[in-house]
């Protein structure tokens, strides 16, 4: 069965900053879909951004930016230039088949 | 807004109570779901709708049902729910291919969040 893995629960970073949310994966799939969902305190499920195992080029949206590593079956994502918007749950998902699996998510606290 | 709606937001009912969520999509999608998620747990996936066919129960308790008359709409009938199973119902909704379930992204409701008295 495929698990999805997050190691930090809470996270905390400065306006402006760099932070980086941890994400593993437990798969023996070799075609499968990861995602970075983001839960604000609207309860509203929003897609982050997205990465086919397929693609070796890292997904990026704006300040979103992923580093996949297939072989390590990690899916860490950047935020650059945090803004107090992007405080929220953040929830890495693994989809293979009709099955999208959550991790246990990671709270992201912006401090001014 | 995703193009998801869910009602109500809110529910409390007792124990005795027969009570249905509903979901709602307005994006053209085929296929559509059912989620829980608790305090401190991984949202946990409960049904899967493609073409108006369910296509996985998650060992879904029978006191949990639900419906999907056609490909916009999916209902979650409940019937003589228990405290733990209090928690937000979130519906999910997106874009198979065929009759396989083969989805990129699913697109989600604000959920309606459940308590059980």
């Known amino acids: 069965a495929q698990t999805v893995t997050q190691s930090q629960p809470e996270m905390s970073v400065q306006e402006a900053e760099t932070v980086t949310l941890s994400c593993t994966y437990d798969t023996s799939e070799s075609d499968y879909y990861l995602f970075w969902y983001k839960q604000p305190p609207s309860r509203q499920m929003i897609l982050v951004i997205r990465?086919?195992?397929?693609?070796?080029q890292n997904a990026t949206e704006n300040r979103f930016s992923v580093n996949f590593q297939k072989a390590a079956k990690s899916f860490s994502l950047k935020i650059s230039d945090s803004q107090l918007g992007d405080a929220a749950m953040y929830f890495c998902a693994y989809r293979s088949g009709s099955r999208l699996t959550f991790g246990e998510g990671t709270q992201l606290t912006v401090n001014p | 807004e995703t193009g998801v709606t869910q009602t109500p937001r809110h529910l409390v009912m007792g124990m005795t109570n027969k009570k249905s969520l509903k979901c709602e999509q307005h994006l053209g999608h085929n296929a559509m779901y059912w989620y829980k998620q608790s305090a401190k747990k991984p949202l946990e996936l409960m049904f899967v709708y493609n073409f108006k066919e369910q296509t996985e129960n998650n060992s879904v308790p029978s006191r949990f049902s639900p419906e999907c008359p056609n490909s916009s709409h999916l209902f979650l009938h409940l019937h003589t729910l228990q405290p733990e199973d209090s928690a937000l119902y979130l519906c999910a909704s997106s874009l198979a291919r065929g009759r396989i379930v083969s989805f990129t992204e699913a697109f989600f409701g604000q959920g309606t969040r459940l308590t059980v008295v």
């Open positions: 990465q086919e195992a397929y693609k070796q």
